[in-house]
């Protein structure tokens, strides 16, 4: 690794601008633009504390290497302890009573036959629910306990010694409703005289990981909306374009059934609580907390060292955080409360679905003169259905006008689901392009090329046309005459740098040569806790396993909460600037032992070495015998990004490769290649491990994934993973990931996030783009069934014969 | 756990239809008789399969004994916590337990091995998968005193001698895992795959694990780990696209 920073050149910098340099702060120079295509290095005024300048990945050591998994032998081994597995001595179990009605005031909660039960040993009955929707106005709807708008709302928990006594005695609260006529699906909810889900203005807040719609909009009957954003003029764009293509798109509810369901164990003991969670956010939960019991944050604890996995679901307590916290408060015991996989399905959250319009105009040359959505989805009970982002953000226009209108149904409320919004949006934004192309006559990946301006997409799309899979595309549709039809297609996203300043660490330095570092950052799956380590090693010399990485704990420095794709973004520059700092102290604390001033010594590759050449080098782990204290460490939080005016977009382009069988109407995803960048990979094996997972989830919506609720009663048909159908290893295509390296200078370690930009966004649309070429026929509709193709094949049949 | 329980049959599922598990069919054959039991590992999962696999030959007797209604002869255990004796990772361990205890219960809560995870606790993830006498099954599917006089393996047996399983290893080579809850059910399968069929082509690995869910998206690299360890290398897993 280069300690040295990158001198500047006094011919490259005046000395006019040297003067300019506010106090405190210096001028480097760092790598920025794509290896191989744009690498160039440019200038940035940085904070003088800040460590040296990293090159590109391919002059370190460490980072932007793929050692293993720093965790994964605790994984492997079953020796890993999730909220699930935490079992303290007398600790209780809880089970919530749910409702099974979709809309009710709930008049009388009888809890005394459950209180009776042997081995119950508390009982709560929520009077404050989180997650949903809040009247404006309360006066509204006046309830002693809180309107039921979806089956499945908790409304009441026992804490019992046994989880079958629990769930026996959960049976056994008698809830007496007041029923209400209810609307389950988004059509029938937006007419006139479809029953309220609120009877008047109602918003839901977003979480830490975004979620929640737009509040200061208008509200009629079930419609919450719209909200308008507008650039330009759009008639005006229409009258300037040579073509105009208009469709109408929907996608269905997907729920996120991470493995792990939600849920806690809490401790609650006079002058400290201590919660373990499945969280993306230790801080949030920790928030939540303090905010909801009204306790100083110093007295709550939140602890996640291994969580099974979250999508956007996860922040915050959430009602059963607090249900949990309540009933150890109530019984002086701790409790574990984990929801069952039908309640996960039910109550935690959902992407949710959308109906889109959407108009755009083009000249001749590709650019596009007007852009206009009109988006209608439903979040259930809660809001966030906006799919606006990629149509706003992917590409240059001339004019734009979105509309985003939520849809109150009664059904669970929608959450933040890994880049909310975009892969709906892209769905449709990406098929358009597509259509576009080819009514322009234009190769869809020269046409992206002229309208999008994404440096890194642009190396993307040169790399699938460069391709084996692109090339064996026929750029004419459906031209295969058997029953099974081939076909490639491709689509981007986009997604957004996105940082929490939230984000700390601390790294120790031991007088036996062992390092450390903490963060009350949680890991996910994401692979942070490799990524520290990675580091660590590179700062101090010492493999990335013989690093100590203790996280998931707010004991330590505040961590991000993991939703946006901020967490390796946000934190490694902290951890990055605490290790130097610690190594100046490190070197500060050995020099006078080792006969050296510390401004001649440097930690380079696990060594101390003298700049003069005064000392011959010596191994870090012989120096730190030599500190003079037992512990050196220092904690550093994030500092803004270097240049704030370099807004930067994270993307990908991705191209499938699908075969439709037209008789059964069964699409087979047989490879997809995954273009991506994500500023420096620190860790490229984790880096492609989470854009398989992106690619494989994005298929899995687009092809299987649909939460069914029955219209009649209001319930979900498919609670479980048995009839909620998502892909498994027989649906699994071939998956090429390629990682473009894309540096914009922007902080010590130059990363961003992969979570969102990876798979999920552009993986539907370019099926559905496949599918098209396979067939010359448009699926604008998800999930892509068999009974959905052979539905859409039949219409074009139909159209082509009446026509 | 010495309190008196409600025995499994007096619960009322029509009490709370959202509790309740009859809009399931697994659970329809249970309230017949067949019992959970009956249904081991690949049972019908994500997809389309109906055929019950090899797990289930080791209880087909009993199934069939019991669909039949040949029960004389067969002790009645229960309501209450009884004694047992499991065999699991080689050691018999004595437990208390409710008859109605599932072998997953059995193993995270009375014996502290959580390294097997519950997600479904129907049969549809197989995030719970054990050994019984070298068979993958579903722990959430078998009854705790079905496992009496079984050998169970949990994912913390698989280990020998501190060494970790091959499997285990190319596990974490490959980077076959994310958040890694549904891995020490994707390691006992593909390892009892290759136990039975030490050559798997892709294709054997995809059918082993079809059973199991992974939604962090582990699948590609969990194909090239079990190969990998099979000393087969195939085509698929190193595309070129
Ligand atoms: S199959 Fe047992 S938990 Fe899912
Ligand atoms: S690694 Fe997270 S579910 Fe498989």
Redesign the interface.
């Known amino acids: 690794m280069a300690t040295t920073k990158v001198p500047i050149s006094t011919d490259v910098v005046s000395d006019v601008v040297a003067e300019a340099i506010p106090a405190g702060m210096e001028m480097v120079m760092m790598p920025v633009g794509i290896p191989g295509y744009t690498l160039r290095q440019e200038q940035r005024t940085i904070p003088a504390t800040e460590p040296p300048v990293l090159p590109i990945n391919a002059d370190l050591k460490f980072i932007g290497r793929?050692p293993?998994?720093w965790?994964?032998?605790?994984?492997?081994?079953?020796?890993?302890?999730?909220t699930?597995?935490v079992?303290l001595p007398g600790m209780l179990y809880a089970k919530f009573?749910?409702?099974?009605v979709p809309h009710a005031k709930v008049v009388a909660v009888d809890t005394s036959a459950a209180e009776k039960?042997?081995?119950v040993k508390g009982v709560f009955v929520i009077e404050n629910l989180l997650g949903s929707a809040k009247l404006l106005n309360p006066a509204l709807d006046v309830s002693k306990y809180p309107i039921i708008r979806y089956?499945?709302q908790p409304i009441a928990a026992v804490a019992a010694?046994?989880?079958?006594?629990a769930?026996?005695a959960?049976?056994r609260i008698k809830i007496q409703y007041e029923a209400r006529p209810f609307v389950v699906a988004m059509e029938q909810a937006r007419q006139a005289d479809a029953p309220m889900v609120f009877p008047g203005p109602a918003n839901e807040e977003g979480t830490a990981g975004g979620g929640g719609g737009a509040a200061d909009v208008p509200q009629t009957g079930n419609i919450h909306g719209p909200s308008v954003n507008t650039h330009g003029d759009v008639e005006q764009g229409f009258k300037e374009a040579d073509v105009v293509v208009e469709s109408h798109y929907t996608t269905q509810v997907q729920v996120?059934?991470?493995?792990?369901?939600h849920g806690v164990v809490a401790d609650w003991k006079p002058g400290l609580l201590t919660v373990w969670a499945s969280t993306q956010g230790t801080a949030s939960v920790r928030e939540g907390l303090a905010g909801f019991f009204r306790l100083p944050k110093s007295q709550v604890r939140v602890i996640t060292e291994?969580?099974?996995?979250?999508?956007g679901a996860k922040f915050g307590p959430g009602n059963p955080g607090v249900v949990a916290a309540a009933l150890s408060k109530q019984t002086g015991l701790p409790v574990r409360l984990m929801l069952?996989?039908?309640e996960e399905q039910?109550s935690v959250g959902n992407r949710p679905s959308s109906d889109q319009t959407l108009k755009i105009g083009a000249r001749k040359d590709g650019t596009l003169t007007a852009v206009q959505l009109v988006s209608y989805g439903t979040a259930g009970c809660g809001t966030g259905a906006g799919c606006a982002g990629p149509a706003t953000n992917m590409y240059q226009y001339d004019s734009l006008r979105t509309e985003e209108n939520d849809v109150f149904t009664n059904a669970g409320p929608g959450t933040a689901f890994r880049a909310p919004g975009h892969p709906q949006g892209a769905f449709a934004l990406e098929q358009t392009i597509d259509e576009l192309a080819e009514r322009l006559k234009m190769d869809p990946l020269d046409l992206r090329d002229k309208i999008d301006r994404n440096s890194a997409r642009r190396v993307e799309r040169q790399v699938i046309r460069e391709?084996?899979?692109w090339k064996t595309r026929n750029a004419k549709p459906n031209v295969d005459s058997g029953h099974i039809k081939r076909g490639v297609g491709v689509a981007q996203g986009v997604w957004y740098r996105n940082i929490s300043m939230d984000s700390a660490a601390e790294v120790r330095v031991h007088q036996d040569g062992s390092v450390e570092v903490l963060s009350a950052v949680q890991d996910?799956?994401?692979?942070i806790k490799t990524v520290m380590a990675q580091i660590l090693s590179e700062q101090f010399g010492v493999p990335p396993q013989q690093v100590s990485v203790k996280i998931g704990d707010t004991n330590y420095p505040v961590g991000p909460n993991s939703g946006g794709s901020v967490t390796t973004a946000s934190l490694t520059p902290a951890v990055r600037d605490a290790a130097w700092q610690a190594a100046q102290k490190f070197l500060a604390g050995v020099a006078p032992a080792l006969g050296a001033t510390p401004e001649d010594l440097v930690l380079v590759d696990g060594e101390v070495r003298s700049r003069s050449g005064k000392m011959a080098p010596i191994t870090f782990r012989r120096a730190a015998a030599k500190m003079n204290t037992s512990e050196v460490s220092a904690q550093a939080r994030r500092i803004p990004d270097y240049d704030r005016k370099a807004y930067e977009t994270y993307g990908g382009v991705d191209?499938a490769?699908i075969e439709v069988d037209v008789e059964v109407g069964l699409i087979r995803v047989k490879?997809?290649?995954a273009a991506h960048d994500c500023g420096r990979p620190m860790n490229p094996?984790?880096t492609?491990?989470?854009i398989?997972?992106?690619?494989?989830?994005g298929m899995s919506y687009a092809l299987y994934e649909d939460r069914l609720l029955d219209p009649n009663y209001g319930?979900m048909?498919n609670?479980?993973?048995?009839?909620y159908?998502?892909?498994?290893?027989?649906?699994?295509p071939?998956?090429?990931v390629h990682l473009v390296q894309s540096y914009i200078g922007q902080s010590s370690t130059d990363a961003s996030g992969i979570g969102e930009p990876g798979g999920i966004i552009a993986t539907p649309a370019a099926i559905a783009n496949a599918f098209y070429n396979a067939t010359g026929v448009r699926m604008r509709s998800l999930p892509m069934t068999p009974a959905a193709v052979l539905t859409a094949l039949a219409h074009s049949q139909q159209k082509k014969e009446t026509a | 756990m010495s309190e008196a329980k409600l025995p499994a049959d007096q619960k009322d599922p029509a009490a709370d239809p959202l509790h309740s598990d009859r809009d399931h069919p697994v659970e329809n054959k249970a309230a017949k008789g067949m019992t959970r039991r009956g249904f081991l590992k690949g049972a019908g999962v994500t997809a389309a399969g109906t055929a019950l696999l090899e797990g289930a030959q080791v209880f087909s007797r009993e199934a069939l004994a019991a669909t039949r209604g040949e029960v004389s002869g067969v002790k009645e255990y229960g309501p209450g916590p009884v004694q047992v004796s499991l065999q699991v990772n080689g050691k018999e361990q004595n437990v208390l337990i409710e008859p109605r205890s599932t072998l997953a219960d059995a193993l995270r809560l009375d014996l502290g091995l959580t390294g097997t995870k519950v997600v479904c606790d129907r049969g549809a993830c197989s995030a719970c998968t054990v050994l019984l006498d070298n068979v993958p099954i579903n722990s959430c599917m078998t009854l705790a005193m079905d496992a009496v006089g079984h050998r169970v393996t949990t994912i913390e047996g698989l280990a020998k001698d501190g060494e970790m399983h091959p499997v285990q290893a190319a596990f974490v080579k490959h980077d076959a895992l994310q958040c890694g809850f549904c891995t020490p059910g994707m390691v006992m399968t593909c390892s009892a795959l290759l136990e039975k069929n030490p050559k798997p082509t892709e294709e054997d690995v995809r059918t082993a694990i079809a059973g199991n869910l992974c939604r962090c998206g582990t699948y590609p690299k969990i194909f090239a780990a079990t190969l990998e360890v099979a000393g087969v290398s195939s085509p698929e897993v190193t595309p070129k696209a």
Do not use: C, W
């Open positions: 793929s293993e998994r965790d994964g032998h605790a994984k492997v081994s079953g020796q890993a302890r999730y699930a597995d079992q009573a749910n409702s099974n039960v042997p081995g089956a499945g010694t046994s989880p079958q006594i769930e026996d959960a049976r996120h059934n991470a493995l792990e369901s291994f969580m099974g996995g979250g999508f069952d996989r039908k039910l391709s084996a899979i996910i799956g994401g692979g191209v490769e490879r997809i290649l094996q984790q492609k491990s989470q398989n997972g992106g690619v494989i989830q319930l048909v609670p479980n993973l048995d009839r159908q998502i892909a498994g290893s027989r649906e699994i071939q998956i090429e």
